[in-house]
């Protein structure tokens, strides 16, 4: 799946959109993702201008998105919105820095009545970035 394919998915637009490219996907179930980290990035000039670090908090959204796409290729979920409910047991393992290329893994545990358990793995080639287990409602509006 394409970033165009993406946008016709996702709500996002840059520069939050953290999705660049859908490599696997198996709908209600399974996503992978990429996020290529570049240099040009807007949160490199604040965090930190001499030591560029992605934001955690970063690397979860783009898991949640990845999460996101997996769920609203499902007819019922088709032009809703995903909002956070709760972020379990998040780590953070690796740094990312401009230049790695995050892969991004997510199996969706349960979808019921609108709300989505899944969880996310965030790798830069072998070595796990971080992980988390996320809930959102998907749902019209924000």
Same mark, same amino acid.
């Given at each position: ?23 696997? +996907? %198996? @709908?209600? =179930?399974?996503?992978? &993702? ?8 807007? #949160? ?29 290729? +499902? %007819? @019922?979920? =088709?032009?809703?919105? &995903? ?8 780590? #953070? ?50």
């Amino acid at each position: 799946m394409e970033n165009k394919d993406i946008r016709k998915i996702l709500p996002h637009r840059y520069p939050f959109l953290l999705v660049d490219r859908i490599i696997e +996907i %198996e @709908e209600g =179930k399974k996503a992978v &993702g990429i996020k290529n980290v570049t240099a040009n990035e807007p #949160f490199f000039q604040g965090h930190f201008p001499d030591n560029p670090i992605m934001p955690g908090v970063l690397i979860v959204e783009a898991l949640a998105q990845v999460a996101g796409i997996a769920v609203m290729n +499902i %007819e @019922e979920f =088709k032009g809703k919105l &995903g909002l956070f409910t709760g972020i379990d047991k998040c780590r #953070f393992k690796k740094v990312v820095r401009p230049g790695d290329q995050l892969v991004l893994e997510v199996l969706i545990d349960s979808i019921k009545m609108g709300l989505v358990k899944a969880k996310g793995v965030a790798k830069v080639g072998d070595e796990v970035a971080a992980t988390a287990e996320l809930m959102f409602i998907m749902t019209e509006e924000g």
